[in-house]
């Protein structure tokens, strides 16, 4: 019966991170560098919203957009933070985490032979939903470019087939971001043109010395934003996340949407509405943590000879590995884990132009930071 199985799903793989991550993790004594998750918990009065609607029993089926109120709360934190103005009855999503929103917006405008840019080295979530939409990724080089995108390649790169551009800053993994006019020149290459705009921003929150732009204030019309509350919000369990989009798509993306989940928890919801209102700068004190972690590690990587790049978003590292070691990423990150006793993700599990690379999550404690980096860097 396995020869039935959809070619699609059988030619896609588990995500690189997560493999390495499941590899390591039975090993004992190993300070983990990992994954994405903050170490932050989820701010208190955001759970005590969740556990009054227990009680007060919101535990019924929402609308599959989400609970207006919610949808009201995100459109006023993004129009107050972003600049960027989506109706609540019409242009937003409520979807379990980022995930699921890039997995609708991909289905719904995707068709078999249709091609889709991303800049590499990237976060490996993107390559199988694109595949199994029947399209094709083609990925742009970005290691000459500070890992920045460039309208040059963009224009470069674009022909009949192309259909979508995939934005996702700050980056996972190499924590960098784009300028406003960056974004400007990269929204009068497409504007205007067949192409959509995937606009990942799930980041935003975490972008240092200087304000997030999302390109959607350029070119709102071909522009998808994905976003939610795993990062801002230390709520990665939660699972929410949002779409925002013009009502002509997301009337379109809400069919997949209503197929593929119903809607998300009704609890999350309710939890997210505190989480954009009462919550709205909760994110502060966790940036302020993760630029004192930033700089702390970017010291000791320099002045231990590595090659990076300073991140102004997110909590990655994406680090050179030095030459002397003669090794592919996963082999260097095995002897790390093995010899050293500390698990950084390879490079290759962000696209080919990932591989000579290791990514390096500071979303951890100083503590936790400081013997993993003691570890790493005993060559």
Known sequence: MEQLINP???NIQISGIRKFFNMVEGVQN????TIGQPDFPTPSHIKD???QAIDQNFTSYTANAGYLELRKAASNYVKRKYRI???PESEIIVTVGATQGIDIALRTILTPGTEVLLPGPIYPGYEPL???AGAKPVYLDTRNTGFKVTAEMIEKAINNHTRCLILPYPSNPTGVSLTREELKEIAEVVKNKPIFVLADEIYSELVYEKE?????EFIPEQTI???GLSKSHSMTGWRIGFVFAPAYLTKEMIKVHQY??????SISQKAAIAALTTGFYDGRLMREEYVKRRDYVYERLIKSGYNTVLPNGAFYFFVKIPTDFQLNSFDYCLKMVKENGVAVVPGSAFSEYGEGYFRLSYACSMEKLQEGLNRLLDK
């Open 8 to 10: 699609n799903v059988k």
């Open 30 to 33: 190993v300070i983990s560098l």
């Open 49 to 51: 919203v969740a556990k």
């Open 85 to 87: 103005v989506y109706h």
């Open 130 to 132: 694109i595949k199994l």
């Open 212 to 216: 997030h732009v999302s390109i959607a």
């Open 225 to 227: 934003v994905i976003n």
């Open 260 to 265: 593929n989940v119903s809607c998300a928890s």
